[in-house]
C-alpha cells in the first residue's frame, strides 16, 4: 500500500452523506420558462443515485481495495468488446 493510501485509509469515510432532495425554484413566465421545463423534464427521467453504493466504492477506495485484477481484467474486457477488438 502506498503511502497515500495509508494516508486515505487513516481518514475515516463518512457513514452518511449530507443529502437533501433539492428545491426546485418557482417558475416564473418569462423567456426561461421553458428552457426551465425542458431541463426539469430531463432531471426527472435520470435514474436516483444509490447513495449505498457510493459510499461502498468510495470505501473500497479509501482502503486501496477497489482496483482489483478481476475488476481491471473485466474493464479490459468490456472495453475491448465496445470497441470491437
Same mark, same amino acid.
Not at 52 to 80: P, S, W
Given at each position: 500500500?502506498?503511502?497515500?493510501?495509508?494516508?486515505?485509509?487513516?481518514?475515516?469515510?463518512?457513514?452518511?452523506?449530507?443529502?437533501? @432532495?433539492? @428545491?426546485?425554484?418557482?417558475?416564473?413566465? /418569462?423567456?426561461?420558462?421553458?428552457?426551465?421545463?425542458?431541463?426539469?423534464?430531463?432531471?426527472?427521467?435520470?435514474?436516483?443515485?444509490?447513495?449505498?453504493?457510493?459510499?461502498?466504492?468510495? @470505501?473500497?477506495?479509501?482502503?486501496?481495495?477497489?482496483?482489483?485484477?478481476?475488476?481491471?481484467?473485466?474493464?479490459?474486457?468490456?472495453?475491448?468488446?465496445?470497441? /470491437?477488438?
Amino acid at each position: 500500500m502506498s503511502d497515500k493510501h495509508r494516508r486515505l485509509a487513516k481518514h475515516p469515510v463518512e457513514e452518511s452523506l449530507p443529502y437533501e @432532495q433539492p @428545491q426546485a425554484p418557482p417558475l416564473t413566465d /418569462g423567456p426561461d420558462l421553458s428552457e426551465t421545463l425542458r431541463l426539469l423534464e430531463k432531471i426527472s427521467r435520470m435514474p436516483d443515485i444509490r447513495f449505498e453504493k457510493v459510499q461502498e466504492m468510495r @470505501q473500497l477506495i479509501a482502503c486501496g481495495r477497489f482496483e482489483t485484477d478481476e475488476r481491471i481484467n473485466g474493464t479490459i474486457k468490456r472495453l475491448m468488446e465496445e470497441l /470491437g477488438l
